[in-house]
């Protein structure tokens, strides 16, 4: 954790769950290439929309997907 991340997590305590994206952000944006999880695109309602959307025909999986 860099120095700036230390400060902000001192001045704006957090619960488990915050915590937890923070450590996933800052860790993931540390990274070379710089990356983020995609599961935090979602709320519930998208998520569960996509899931309805991938079951129709009209969806198919990309390669990125596939692989």
Do not use: C
Request: glycine content about 6%; hydrophobic content about 35%; overall charge negative.
């Amino acid at each position: 954790m860099n120095v700036h991340a230390a400060a902000l997590a001192k001045a704006y305590p957090s619960d488990e769950a915050t915590s937890a994206f923070a450590g996933d952000v800052i860790g993931d944006l540390a990274r070379h290439p710089k990356r983020l999880s995609p599961k935090y695109f979602y709320d519930a309602t998208g998520s569960e929309l996509f899931e309805q959307i991938t079951v129709l025909p009209e969806y198919y999986p990309t390669r990125t997907e596939l692989g």
